[in-house]
């Protein structure tokens, strides 16, 4: 029997200092923690006592070159006195630390091909992991002692079951039990990827892509199926009572006791990745936002008032898709008086306030409503079309022949493509199809808004007939149009190329007087006059080649290194042109890439709203770097330290021209990988570029950022099974844009058809 629940989790402690995605925890004690992140750090944290809820950042273990996606504790033996923490990266290798020493590992286990992305430990010692290779390995002093092959694709999540063996699970949908390093048992049920495991008294429990929590006996039998969160299930957790935890990508932690979920607990931000409990019954949480989250029962362990109501206010401002809670109809919502009436225990209801739909949850601590986001994407009263007990903008009738009719159930808020790909997965149709059916959907929905009843809505373009027949031939119908040409992958760099001359010429003047004024770091009249030279060599860009010279770049360097940082903008807008234009810069300064780093301050971490002129003009100088020969091998030679930019969170910046900047850094980073035929840093860009797709709302930068995407995935079957693991397809359909942007519309149904 589940012990009851004392009281609901309260927020104890945020632990800030990651600057991306937490991705794994792992609890020594409940005085002790490890987080890890695609930042490339491991993170310890402690507190003094117990007794308290503030923890404080301890070590910083670098061994990692890319994102560190798991990690596990092994407990004091030996000479580890304080243990050892190992984590697993994209760069495929396990690192293990001695706890006490973070300058470098105490052994490196080297065996996985690709991304380790899971981590576990046996009672014996023995180190499980899983990898994106489709392998997992069971390691024993420092050595692979088994490798366990037989999934289709990657191992998600591993876990011991005492007694019985080793458990894996995969985007397959499978999980397998091996025993001494041979499979002797598989389990089905899910039907999408299987992301985490863990024990419970009985057998136990794992959570999906399908977003429901499974639980399952020692025989391999699923014995209870718990449903409730809304999205994705990334991570579960198992408590001393009994009681589970889960978390996702609906932004929510999830209690469960029993079949029921007893608590869910609203994240402000958009990805709930890991879970991990601690002995004394807290709940840490790691979220897309690069931040650790502690919650307790415990009443001396609660956060501060303030730091509750600071984490209260993030999860109101944040937007909910309607799709994480249901279909909107504003007509039928009530208003806010409905938060008069007491709810129940996790209950979330929505209630209009003017004309913004609100979600509020009740909170059985305060005894009263909590804002959790404003719903978005909410829909009109006049849907009239139904299907399967949910209500659709527009539901086709698919003949597919022999007199089989098939229902295409539409949202216009959804990808086409996407809508088209789900059909074809469903009924198991050729995927000769997508094309046409996403362009049926299209040509029948693109003039229409939600709402709007359309007597033609379900007429075949290509018949005329109420029913849409891929591959008709009939003699009514006309040519199917020719194949639109391919866009993707993109196989030109592109660049940045306009510029007021004049404005800054005016502004390196400015500059001049405020600097000569408060410095000796002011412009010599000689090198004044250089300026202006450069100012009227721009005005005809075709003189470049001939007239810039060492002179001229010596004067920039001194404005790029000299001047303040706020004042070097202009000599680095200048710069940017003239890279356009003349090799001169690039081969004549050994450390250009460097030297344009020191300058714009790009290797400190990024703050937005600091230092952006900067940042900008430099991502562009960069991007023109690609125009000549020249500044492409001097980017090639230099990919580690610009890869490096990768990490500074630039797609958090509400500068629209810094991130168009970035993303195309990222496009012409990926058309020149194609170029020395190397995808050794694909999944690098390939991660990124899904980042910047999970949140951008920039048509512009979306454009670019899917081109980046198709360019890096297109003939690599290694990237796309990668952009599949990393959901490329969901991110995508996500997009608000796609359906009134025809180029990227376009672009993505070109993704579509490689991923498939």
């Given amino acids: 029997m589940s012990t009851p629940q004392p009281v609901p989790f309260q927020l104890s402690a945020v632990l800030q200092a990651h600057t991306q995605d937490v991705r794994a925890l792992a609890v020594a004690n409940d005085g002790l923690l490890f987080s890890s992140s695609r930042d490339t750090r491991v993170l310890s944290w402690s507190r003094a006592s117990p007794a308290v809820s503030e923890f404080s950042l301890g070590n910083s273990y670098l061994g990692h ?19 050892l923490v190992a984590s697993g990266g994209a760069d495929k290798v396990i690192n293990v630390f001695d706890v006490r020493n973070p300058a470098e590992p105490a052994f490196v286990l080297v065996g996985h091909t690709d991304t380790v992305c899971t981590l576990a430990l046996a009672a014996n010692g023995d180190i499980i992991s899983g990898s994106w290779d489709k392998t997992a390995r069971v ?34 949908k499978l999980i397998k039990l091996w025993s001494d390093g041979q499979p002797v048992q598989t389990m089905r049920g899910h039907r999408d990827v299987v992301r985490a495991l863990a024990l419970v008294a009985s057998g ?11 639980i399952w006996n ?99 401002s944040q937007a909910l898709p309607s799709n994480q809670v249901g279909d909107v109809d504003k007509s039928k919502l ?88 789900r059909f074809i997965d469903q009924y198991e ?59 993707l992958p993109i196989t030109s760099f592109s660049n940045f190329q306009a510029l007021n001359v004049v404005a800054v010429k005016n502004k390196v003047s400015q500059f001049q007087s405020e600097v000569s004024s408060n410095s000796t770091n002011g412009l010599t009249d000689e090198e004044f006059a250089l300026i202006a030279e450069i100012s009227a060599i721009l005005q005809k860009p075709a003189t470049v080649t001939a007239k810039f010279t060492a002179g001229h770049y010596k004067a920039l360097q001194k404005i790029m290194l000299g001047w303040p940082v706020n004042n070097r903008f202009p000599a680095i807008d200048l710069l940017r042109v003239i890279v356009l234009h003349t090799e001169l810069p690039a081969s004549s300064d050994a450390m250009f890439i460097e030297n344009l780093f020191t300058a714009a301050q790009l290797s400190d971490p990024f703050t937005p709203g600091q230092n952006e002129a900067n940042v900008m003009l430099s991502l562009r100088l960069l991007c023109n770097l690609f125009a000549t020969e ?17 990490g500074k969170n630039f797609r958090a910046s509400t500068n629209s021209n810094l991130r168009v900047a970035y993303v195309t850094l990222i496009l012409n980073l990926a058309v020149l990988f194609r170029t020395k035929q190397t995808d050794h840093y694909d999944i690098e860009l390939l991660s990124e570029v899904i980042e910047v797709l999970k949140k951008e709302t920039d048509a512009e930068v979306e454009r670019r950022a899917v081109s980046a995407l198709g360019t890096i995935i297109t003939g690599h079957p290694e990237s796309i099974e990668a952009a599949g693991l990393l959901e490329a397809k969901a991110v995508l359909s996500a997009s608000k844009n796609v359906g009134k942007d025809t180029g990227l519309r376009s672009l993505q149904g070109e993704v579509f058809a490689v991923l498939r």
């Fill in 65 to 83: 070159s890319h994102f560190v996606n798991s990690l596990v504790y092994i407990p004091p033996h030996g000479e580890f006195t304080e243990g």
């Fill in 139 to 172: 390691w024993r002093n420092g050595s692979s002692l088994w490798t366990m092959t037989g999934h289709e694709q990657a191992v998600w999540a591993v876990l011991e079951l005492p007694g019985r063996g080793i458990l894996t699970a995969s985007a397959d």
């Fill in 204 to 214: 136990f429990a794992s959570v999906s892509n399908d977003s429901t929590v499974r």
């Fill in 218 to 316: 020692y025989q391999g039998d699923c014995v209870r199926e718990l449903s409730g969160h809304t999205a994705f299930v990334y991570g579960l957790a198992a408590f001393p009572s009994g009681q589970l935890a889960s978390c996702g990508e609906d932004r929510s932690l999830r209690i469960w006791d029993g079949t029921t979920c007893v608590q869910t607990i609203t994240h402000p931000c958009v990805s709930v990745w890991c879970v991990a409990v601690l002995p004394n019954g807290d709940v840490a949480t790691g979220g897309s936002d690069g931040v650790v989250r502690i919650f307790t029962r415990a009443p001396e362990r609660i956060a501060s008032e303030d730091d509750i109501k600071t984490f209260d206010a993030a999860v109101a």
């Fill in 334 to 421: 009530p208003g806010l008086d409905a938060l008069l009436n007491p709810g129940r225990p996790d209950q979330v209801i929505m209630v209009r306030n003017g004309d913004i739909v609100e979600a509020h949850q009740w909170d059985a601590t305060a005894s009263q409503w909590q804002k959790i986001g404003e719903v978005v994407d909410a829909v009109g009263s006049s849907r009239k079309q139904v299907y399967m007990g949910r209500e659709y903008d527009y539901v086709f009738d698919i003949d597919i022949g022999a007199g089989q009719n098939l229902k295409l159930p539409y949202n216009v808020s959804e990808n086409p493509y996407m809508t088209a790909q």
């Fill in 429 to 487: 149709l050729s995927q000769d199809f997508l094309e046409q059916i996403a362009n049926f959907i299209i040509q029948n929905t693109s003039t229409q808004t939600i709402g709007q009843t359309d007597p033609y809505a379900n007429v075949d373009p290509f018949t005329g007939a109420s029913r849409y027949v891929p591959g008709s031939s009939g003699q009514a119908a006309p040519p199917p149009p020719p194949p639109a040409k391919r866009t």
């Fill in 630 to 646: 020249k500044g492409r091998a001097v980017v090639f030679q230099s990919r580690d330290l610009i890869l490096g930019l990768l």
